[in-house]
Nanobody, 118 residues
Framework: QVQVVESGGGLAQAGGSLRLSCAVS????????MGWYRQAPGKQRELVAA???????NTADSVQGRFTISSDNAKNTVYLQMNSLKPEDTAVYYC????????????WGQGTQVTVSS
């Protein structure tokens, strides 16, 4: 009964920006972390950025300085501000939510396509 819904993906030109949103609703106990992952064709899914409930963030080297993750805990929403986009950023971006304290449950959104043209 937990829903994870991403939005904000689309087409952008190199050097452009996009802002992704991920809203979580349903049977939520407590959110430990929320993160963004991406998967390009033929490649494994990789972590882009994550944020914990206390505001700590972790960002992949490949997007450091370009992408910023943030959250609104009151809205159970996480954002990914993507600036200076590169064609290499083209991928399906997934939101992952980890719930619980001792018992940890993970939920994934359906993904949102980000395409960056040269």
């Amino acid at each position: 009964q937990v829903q994870v819904v991403e939005s904000g993906g689309g087409l952008a030109q190199a050097g452009g920006s996009l802002r992704l949103s991920c809203a979580v609703s349903g049977s939520i106990a407590s959110i430990n972390t929320m993160g963004w992952y991406r998967q390009a064709p033929g490649k494994q899914r990789e972590l882009v950025a994550a944020i914990s409930s206390d505001g700590r963030t972790n960002t992949a080297d490949s997007v450091q300085g370009r992408f910023t993750i943030s959250s609104d805990n009151a809205k159970n929403t996480v954002y990914l501000q993507m600036n200076s986009l590169k064609p290499e950023d083209t991928a399906v971006y997934y939101c992952k939510v980890s719930l619980g304290l001792v018992l940890r449950l993970h939920y994934w959104g359906q993904g949102t396509q980000v395409t960056v043209s040269s």
